[in-house]
């Protein structure tokens, strides 16, 4: 199905004759659960894809917690939203009982990424960060709907380099992202960057509830049910 037929049948009333009041109504109605029931195609084909990654991936934050190491977090755009909310899901928990843990969001700091943008470039934003803030034994999590962002593939490709652990997310063929040989790189194989974004929301949501089920489990405070106490 072309580009045109998709848009024709997600948004009938822009093509052809003006519709009256209820046929408009009807029209909304439809796009509206047809992106509903392609939000449950995408997410139910994505989870079932990447299930063992995405426990790989808590494995490799909670290990990083245990050794007392940071969480690095950055995108652009949308996604830099994305690692705002990452971070803050860490630092500020939501859930009683579940402790505050080190989250550092790289794209809060406007003088210094003006200031990196300006003098060398935007494709150096992260990795400047990296470089002074990392250190071995840190992890850092890059969002992008592509997958092709070069301001993180440079952070990514340095973060390596000092012995950082990477996981990405990423949207389409996974672009870059899917190459450059990180620890865990969840691919949301979808064209549509809404619904790449929703997966992506939902993945570090869970992200953050499995690693402090590990965590619990470190500490011996899990009930019968498996959440912690």
Same mark, same amino acid.
């Given at each position: ?47 079932? !894809? ?28 949308? #996604? ?36 990196? #943008? ?25 969002? =992008?709907?592509?997958?092709? =962002? ?7 490709? !340095? ?32 064209? =549509? ?37």
């Amino acid at each position: 199905m072309s580009n045109k037929d998709q848009l024709s049948d997600l948004y009938p009333f822009l093509h052809g004759k003006p519709q009256d009041e209820a046929g408009m109504r009807e029209a909304l109605s439809s796009s509206i659960r047809q992106k509903a029931a392609n939000h449950v195609t995408v997410f139910e084909t994505y989870f079932e !894809k990447n299930n063992e990654t995405i426990v790989m991936a808590a494995r490799t934050i909670a290990n990083m917690y245990r050794e007392n190491g940071r969480l690095f977090t950055m995108g652009n755009g949308g #996604s830099s939203c994305d690692a705002a909310h990452v971070a803050v899901e860490f630092l500020h928990p939501v859930t009683t009982g579940r402790p505050a843990l080190t989250a550092v969001n790289l794209t809060t700091d406007v003088a210094m990424m003006t200031a990196v #943008s300006n003098d060398v470039g935007y494709d150096h934003v992260y990795v400047r960060q990296i470089i002074a803030q990392g250190r071995a034994g840190d992890c850092l999590i890059g969002m =992008s709907t592509s997958g092709n =962002s070069a301001n993180l593939m440079r952070a990514f490709e !340095k973060a390596k380099e000092m012995g950082l652990s990477t996981i990405g997310l990423a949207g389409m063929s996974g672009g870059e992202m899917a190459k450059a040989g990180l620890d865990q790189c969840l691919v949301v194989e979808c064209d =549509s960057i809404h619904r790449i974004q929703e997966c992506h929301v939902a993945t570090y949501h869970i992200l953050w509830d499995l690693v402090h089920t590990l965590l619990a489990d470190d500490r011996g405070g899990l009930n019968k049910t498996g959440e912690s106490e």
